[in-house]
């Protein structure tokens, strides 16, 4: 068995975060259990020990969870299902920016860029839930290890993280 643990900055698809948490996988061979956890989870996890103990998982606190490896309709920590992705923009309007919620009237407020936000985001700034009548934001953020990520902004965060007060 291999112990995978799950540090700080670390979440499932449907938003648990997984910071002091681990997961298991058994197999005969050390390199076989790294293989699954790999196919699985990529390279987002933390540390690799041969047991619970020496990972330290009772001494900190750690939760467990059984990684997700046969539902599809489940996330991957199996703590639920994952938000639905933002859909690709029109081919007429490439930007990394789009937008949800009713109108305000503003140039980024083109048709062609309006999403449906499904519930089951949070805001990237304040980490509040977003709910159905909530205006904002879902931008493009790139991420060397990570990839590109689409997150939903509420409207008033965004605009005050650029220093415009609303």
């Known amino acids: 068995m291999s112990v995978f643990t799950f540090g700080g900055g670390h979440e499932c698809e449907c938003g648990r975060r997984l910071n002091n948490a681990y997961t298991t996988f058994e197999d005969d061979a050390e390199q076989t259990a790294r293989d699954k956890m790999f196919k699985v989870w990529e390279p987002k996890w933390s540390m690799e020990y041969p047991t619970a103990e020496e990972a330290g998982t009772e001494r900190f606190g750690m939760t467990y969870f059984e990684t997700n490896t046969t539902d599809p309709a489940r996330c991957r920590c199996g703590a639920g299902t994952p938000p639905a992705a933002a859909p690709e ?9 789009w937008w949800f919620g009713e109108s305000w009237g503003a140039p980024i407020c083109d048709p062609r860029t309006h999403i449906v936000l499904n519930s089951g985001h949070e805001c990237f700034a304040c980490k509040r839930d977003l709910h159905e009548g909530d205006r904002g934001f879902v931008v493009a953020h790139v991420d060397a290890l990570e990839g590109v990520a689409r997150l939903p902004w509420h ?5 005050q993280s650029l220093g415009i007060s609303v």
Not at 155 to 159: H, P, T, V
């Open 89 to 97: 923009p029109d081919p007429v309007v490439r930007t990394g920016m």
């Open 155 to 159: 409207r008033d965060c965004f605009l």
